[in-house]
């Protein structure tokens, strides 16, 4: 793993870690990243960063989506 992606990981679990989410683009994905409320963190996964009027991510641009049971950083890297 290059220096450069160590540190945006490092970076973007801080945000994690004191947001409860985080939002990223990485290789030409979308990522979002949320506590879950039973435990662990949900990473989804998007083809594109278009989203409703409620802010929220569009469904139909889900690619993939899974729970993590690690820390933030696991989180991070779960998808990438």
Do not use: P, T, W
């Not at 683009?25 to 009027?53: P, Q």
């Not at 049971?69 to 991070?76: P, Q």
């Amino acid at each position: 793993m290059s220096a450069l992606l160590h540190n945006k990981i490092n970076r973007l679990a801080r945000v994690l870690r004191e947001n409860s989410s985080v939002e990223f683009k990485h290789n030409g994905f979308y990522y979002e990243v949320f506590e879950s409320a039973e435990s662990g963190y949900i990473v989804n996964l998007y083809s594109s960063d278009e989203k409703d009027d409620e802010g929220q991510y569009i469904e139909a641009n889900l690619i993939d989506g899974g729970l993590c049971s690690g820390n933030e950083r696991d989180a991070i890297e779960f998808m990438i």
